[in-house]
């Protein structure tokens, strides 16, 4: 089983920074990476697959970029609506399809 | 738009059989595109993946549950169902069920979950 860490596991922001999340694999993934997010009572959203690939109706502001082992996803320009937790998700080597812990992403 | 919607007790007891149920709305299951998954988040914690089925009921499971794992799917309904025996708290989550684009591996689209708790 692939094994996901992610970090920081909480990151405390002001609106306006620019964010990085990591995302690091127990094995090469190459791209078959993707990114949730998910805010309190709510189901994960897909932002990115492919390691870089926006999902539909995601904002510009989302980025992704890795591959292999080491994968970044980056929030330009952080808005309110976007503190939630993030998670990444391999699906390279399956199954099991495994998620990272999380990254909690919280308003300073 | 594709939505999903789980249903079932939100009460078993240990050692019962947990069963959840799926409907599918806004699409057709007859695709070799997507496959139809379950995943669960105990509270407070993170994702573990449980298994999938496709629309010609092919399934593939988490090796750690696959012993007491059985997904169905029933294409007519438009709904695929979750079996989970033998549970245990270690059982008590949130599950979701999900669509899995056979294309790029991930969960498109996700119903919006069902607590599940295992307690006499």
Request: glycine content about 10%.
């Amino acid at each position: 089983e692939i094994v996901m860490t992610q970090s920081p596991g909480t990151l405390s922001v002001f609106p306006g920074e620019r964010v990085t999340l990591s995302c690091r694999a127990s094995q090469s993934l190459g791209i078959n990476l993707a990114w949730y997010q998910q805010k309190p009572g709510q189901a994960p959203s897909l932002l990115m697959y492919d390691a870089s690939t926006r999902a539909t109706g995601v904002p510009a502001r989302f980025s992704g970029s890795g591959s292999g082992t080491e994968f970044t996803l980056t929030i330009s320009g952080l808005q309110s609506e976007d503190f939630a937790v993030y998670y990444c998700q391999q699906y390279a080597n399956w199954p099991p399809k495994t998620f990272g812990q999380g990254t909690r992403v919280e308003s300073k | 738009q594709v939505q999903l919607l789980e249903s079932g007790p939100g009460l078993v007891k240990p050692s019962e059989t947990l069963s959840l149920t799926c409907s599918v709305s806004g699409d057709s299951m007859n695709s070799g595109t997507y496959y139809w998954t379950w995943i669960r988040q105990p509270p407070g914690r993170g994702l573990e993946y449980i298994g999938y089925v496709s629309y010609t009921g092919s399934t593939n499971y988490n090796p750690s549950l696959k012993s007491r794992v059985t997904i169905l799917v029933d294409t007519s309904k438009k709904q695929f169902s979750l079996k989970l025996s033998s549970v245990t708290a270690a059982d008590t989550a949130v599950y979701y069920c999900a669509r899995d684009h056979t294309y790029h591996g991930s969960f498109d689209h996700w119903g919006q979950g069902t607590l599940v708790t295992v307690s006499s």
